[in-house]
């Protein structure tokens, strides 16, 4: 990327507001933009996976869904969903495997994009950008390691409340003990889409979500998910804990 494109400098301070190039020298963001180019992703589109192993993606505006499906049935299973400031794919970036995962686009994407060598080459040679990469991979690790316990320890009803849950903006301490949080990561998916994420049916997350609604646990506006008791779904979501510790 030129820095004599107009949209130059709105796309520089928006990576340098990403975990992953945070605190960077100006010289070393402005090698680092050099390598990258502007995408769009139409809303709805689905990519093949194999795009990773050729370049690295930043979400700049916008949802991108990693989805899993079984070649031979169909079945869905809805990994994460990046949003502004997440990469893709880290995996495939450490390993230069493939990763057999479609990425799609829940909104409208707007991306930067670079060689997947050249970011490699960022991990060897730049320690403070190494520095906030070996954090962001904990996270993301942490993040299907929650997705693994959750489909192997809680029944549907409590995977539904630690999704949403794990949606809630952690960084806003704003809203510890207020109601009407929305959860803006889950906003206008379908109950299909909350499905593949739970590893459910889309008529049981239906029925899931009209038993919280009806215990004032949240509700949906202009398809707008909010959450309206948030102690309440705190204790939806630690169930198994609450069996445990009472010996039901």
């Given at each position: 990327m030129k820095n004599s494109l107009p949209l130059y400098n709105t796309y520089r301070a928006r990576l340098s507001g990403t975990e992953l190039f945070r605190g960077l020298s100006d010289d070393i963001l402005d090698d680092m933009l050099s390598h990258f180019r502007f995408e769009s992703w139409n809303k709805g589109s689905v990519h093949d996976s194999s795009i990773a192993l050729r370049r690295f993606y930043v979400v700049i505006e916008g949802r991108m869904?990693?989805?899993?499906?079984?070649?031979?049935?169909?079945?869905?299973?809805?990994?994460?969903?990046?949003?502004?400031?997440?990469?893709?794919?880290?995996?495939?970036?450490?390993d230069g495997q493939s990763h057999d995962i479609s990425p799609s686009a829940l909104d409208d994407l707007k991306l930067l994009s670079a060689p997947i060598g050249e970011v490699r080459n960022w991990i060897r040679e730049h320690p403070d950008f190494n520095d906030n990469f070996m954090p962001y991979l904990g996270k993301r690790i942490r993040s299907r390691e929650a997705l693994a316990a959750d489909l192997g320890l809680y029944d549907a009803h409590t995977r539904l409340a630690r999704l949403i849950l794990r949606y809630v903006d952690s960084g806003d301490s704003s809203h510890q003990d207020k109601p009407g949080i929305e959860v803006r990561l889950l906003h206008d998916l379908s109950n299909e889409t909350l499905a593949h994420m739970v590893g459910s049916a889309r008529q049981v997350v239906n029925r899931h979500l009209q038993a919280m609604k009806k215990d004032g646990i949240l509700h949906t506006e202009n398809r707008r998910l909010i959450i309206d008791d948030l102690e309440k779904l705190q204790q939806e979501a630690q169930q198994l804990e609450q069996e445990l510790q009472t010996g039901s």
């Open positions: 869904q990693l989805t899993r499906i079984h070649p031979g049935t169909g079945k869905q299973i809805t990994i994460s969903i990046l949003s502004e400031g997440d990469m893709y794919d880290v995996l495939t970036l450490l």
